[in-house]
Nanobody, 128 residues
């Protein structure tokens, strides 16, 4: 069991930046890949970014990110982050971090069903 807690969501203006944090309670957080997902009102949850475990962590992004976001992690601190720049109104929603067993690459990590531990989410609002 891994407990995940997101923080950092708030109201920002279009073009602004936010850094979301995901904090785990368990040391074996380092044994899992981490993904960030988001869900806008009335829409399905979608993957935003994912990062593999380990020191040479590979990152994977949804097409809509278009180079604006960056995912990172620090296993020693049991944290992961999602740096979001040039935010758009369509980026608004509840952002979740999640952990998945490392059993595949990008295609695997983009599948929500592969994630077994989830945080409660943090709200991001982008004003136009």
């Amino acid at each position: 069991q891994i407990q995940l807690a997101e923080s950092g969501g708030k109201l920002v203006q279009t073009g602004g930046s936010l850094r979301l944090s995901c904090t785990a309670q368990e040391t074996y957080f380092s044994s899992y890949a981490v993904g960030w997902f988001r869900q806008a009102p009335g829409k399905e949850r979608e993957v935003v970014a994912a990062i593999t475990l380990g020191g040479g962590s590979a990152q994977h992004y949804a097409d809509f990110v278009e180079g604006r976001f960056a995912i990172s992690r620090d296993n020693r601190r049991k944290k992961a982050w999602l740096q979001m720049n040039n935010l758009k109104p369509e980026d608004a929603g509840v952002y979740y971090c999640a952990a998945a067993p490392q059993r595949g690459g990008g295609d695997y990590l983009r599948q929500e069903s592969n994630y077994i531990y989830w945080g409660q989410g943090t709200q991001v609002t982008v004003s136009s």
